[in-house]
């Protein structure tokens, strides 16, 4: 009998397979898919020789994980490429915001009215970064805080809304960027703790910057993988469980799947019935001719670009996508272009780069113009670089990845109780109603993202349980 078996290989899959190898307990895990990654997977989508991103490319999180920090992903090929710049936001004048490793570039970027006040914001907690980030992505109850002090203090910034702590600012462009940074977790801007929200992505950036993965985000998932079969883990692909009846003897499931899915393979029932899934992303990953010809220079030397005129803007597009039920019209982008610091990622000369927006859940149009049209008022003759282009709407993104339901990237709404409290209000999210079952995906805390600390988490209650027993 194996002492653990962990469906679904995701990074926290992953993480979760190794936490328990590296601590001598046998694991087997399984894959429904051919190949490991979940969320963090390359594949050429477009043209020979063009390796895009699926979903995540970006990796502030990753970088900046304490889960990955401790495992030694470098001997098994993860090597983390950094742009010149981690992030830019371009404004319709031709000018852009930037988030900068520097904190005084950054704060410049904003003009001199807004320069002293994110000095002021972000100052605190940077020479703390790593222990804080430990303890904010380790809650809740799976380890006691190294800095409560400072812990506290974030949550005292963070846990009000954004639309709060942006009456910090006294103009729009330092408005603008920290409703894109809230934005990448498609939250309304006026929700609980969406203030943490931008403040982490923020912080990220100026302690560990927001990396590409050399050669593709897969290459994450692929050292997760090597790393747990040196540990004697068993790796399985193609191999879909429907019932915990697929699965060999073990004493502790651990599942890297949706609540909804658990449910249904444990047999749960309406146990998750009240989990709410938000807003999904129409996705777009692009062969380019060249560059993207971003009017402002700063872009130009991003990694990952955010696309909205204004807060005003981006606000009206995240309202419409998560309260409106309708496709904004016009859309906040997210957009990457990893060739800028990875010219393995497409033949000579050319480029991968890709964009999304935010829909209703489960929505089935196509938002292919109103994304070009966005990019075309910030990167002007932008179609005539396109070679060619993959799109993915909800039900695309659904069928690739079973835990994005409705299209949902996140895996669940970051909204209300449910941004801290996932997949239930319980002190212990990672645990279920059957004592030898688990869950440790994204649904759990700390939340969405490419990071593995769900899994970590997770591992935690499991060796606690496996030791008991």
Same mark, same amino acid.
């Given at each position: ?71 030694? &992903?470098? %001997?098994? $090929? +993860?090597?983390? /490429?950094? =742009?010149?710049?981690?992030? !830019?936001?371009? *404004?319709? @004048?031709?000018? #852009? ?53 400072? &812990?506290? %203090?974030? $949550? +005292?910034?963070? /846990?009000? =809304?954004?639309?709060?702590? !942006?009456?910090? *600012?006294? @103009?729009?462009? #330092? ?57 004697? $883990? ?17 004493? #502790? ?76 019209? #016009? ?139």
């Amino acid at each position: 009998m194996l002492d653990a078996v962990v469906v679904g290989a995701g990074p926290n899959g992953l993480t979760a397979a190794v936490e328990l190898a590296r601590r001598g307990f046998s694991v087997a895990l399984f894959e429904a898919k051919g190949t490991v990654g979940g969320g963090a997977r390359t594949e050429e989508l477009t043209l020979p020789g063009f390796r895009h991103d699926p979903c995540s490319a970006a990796h502030p999180l990753a970088v900046s994980s304490p889960a990955f920090r401790g495992l030694p &992903l470098e %001997r098994y $090929g +993860l090597q983390w /490429l950094h =742009p010149e710049l981690p992030m !830019a936001h371009p *404004f319709p @004048d031709g000018t #852009a915001a930037v988030l900068s490793r520097s904190v005084g570039e950054t704060a410049a970027s904003f003009g001199p009215r807004d320069a002293g006040a994110y000095r002021r914001l972000v100052t605190p907690f940077l020479h703390r970064w790593d222990t804080l980030v430990r303890d904010f992505m380790s809650l809740p109850l799976t380890a006691l805080p190294r800095d409560p002090v400072t &812990l506290a %203090r974030f $949550g +005292l910034v963070g /846990l009000p =809304p954004s639309t709060w702590l !942006a009456r910090r *600012f006294r @103009d729009e462009r #330092a408005r603008t960027l920290f409703a894109g940074l809230v934005a990448h977790v498609m939250a309304p801007l006026s929700g609980f703790a969406t203030s943490a929200i931008g403040l982490v992505f923020a912080l990220a950036a100026h302690t560990r910057g927001w990396p590409v993965a050399r050669g593709g985000s897969q290459a994450i998932s692929d050292a997760l993988a090597g790393y747990l079969r040196e540990l004697g $883990g068993a790796v399985h692909t193609d191999y879909e469980v429907k019932r915990l009846d697929d699965l060999p003897p073990a004493r #502790a499931y651990v599942f890297d799947t949706s609540p909804t899915a658990l449910a249904r393979i444990a047999g749960f029932g309406d146990h998750y019935a009240r989990y709410r899934y938000g807003p999904g992303v129409f996705k777009i990953d692009y062969a380019l001719d060249g560059p993207v010809p971003w009017t402002a220079p700063e872009a130009r030397r991003a990694g990952t670009v955010q696309i909205g005129a204004d807060s005003t803007e981006i606000g009206a597009a995240l309202h419409a996508a998560s309260r409106e039920q309708r496709a904004p019209d #016009a859309p906040f982008l997210i957009t990457v272009q990893p060739s800028v610091v990875d010219p393995s990622r497409a033949p000579d000369g050319k480029h991968v780069f890709w964009a999304y927006g935010h829909v209703p859940h489960g929505w089935t149009g196509d938002l292919t113009d109103a994304i070009e049209r966005q990019l075309e008022r910030f990167a002007p003759g932008f179609r005539d670089r396109v070679l060619a282009r993959a799109t993915a709407g909800p039900p695309e993104l659904a069928a690739r990845n079973a835990n994005y339901v409705g299209g949902d990237i996140a895996t669940g709404a970051v909204s209300g109780l449910q941004t801290l409290l996932r997949p239930k209000l319980s002190l212990f999210p990672y645990t279920t109603p059957h004592p030898a079952v688990f869950i440790c995906s994204q649904a759990t805390p700390p939340g969405p993202g490419v990071h593995g600390m769900p899994g970590h988490n997770a591992a935690k209650a499991v060796w606690k349980r496996l030791r008991q027993t």
